[in-house]
């Protein structure tokens, strides 16, 4: 913790145990339990409450299932492009008869999941929908100046996609891919 080692016994002795073939799955399953619960009691406690305290008197607590919980805190992992395009607003120059435009949504119609998981996070921080789809986002795109080898970029605050006026759909899938990848890893994921 903030740049000091700390060292927690797993189980009692555990300090004192060598890690070996016939106790790995032992291990594993005592790490992961560290991991995930004990080494975060204390703030997950402190969550509970304060989610109870709001939430204990509500009827929707009572009402819905683990499953929709899910969907309203983490959001939608079915992300449908085209419900995307439907909301989408062109701003500087653009209109959804531009050929940047056009080319853009073939590109990104033709995404894999993974694709399209990465080119939320990148245009709106999130690599999921919220709930309701696609369509209850607002997204633009909007003109970032003449052709030119400058990646597309975004303003996740705002859900816009700034992309050049490139010359071809090749020079837009290849920049528009490589914009996506090189974004990934920023920030704290």
């Known amino acids: 913790v903030f740049g000091e080692k700390q060292h927690h016994e797993l189980c009692p002795g555990g300090a004192k145990r060598s890690l070996s073939q016939a106790n790995k799955h032992e291990f594993v399953r005592l790490y992961t339990d560290w991991v995930l619960n004990v080494s975060v009691e204390h703030q997950f406690a402190a969550f509970k409450y304060g989610f109870m305290t709001v939430m204990a008197q509500s009827a929707t607590l009572r009402m819905i299932d683990v499953s929709e919980m899910r969907a309203l805190i983490c959001g939608l992992e079915d992300l449908d492009l085209n419900q ?3 909301v989408a607003r062109y701003e500087g120059g653009y209109n959804a008869n531009s ?11 033709n995404f894999s999941d993974n694709e399209k998981r990465a080119f939320l996070q990148f245009t709106t921080g999130t690599r999921r929908a919220p709930v309701g789809g696609l369509r209850t986002m607002k997204f633009i795109i909007a003109k970032q100046g003449a052709d030119s080898e400058r990646l597309p970029t975004s303003h996740t605050c705002f859900n816009a996609l700034m992309i050049p006026e490139y010359s071809s759909k090749e020079k837009l899938e290849q920049l528009l891919k490589k914009a996506i990848q090189y974004s990934e890893g920023f920030g704290m994921l």
Request: charged share 30%.
């Open 84 to 86: 995307l395009r439907e």
């Open 99 to 109: 050929p940047v435009i056009k080319w853009f949504w073939e590109v990104a119609l």
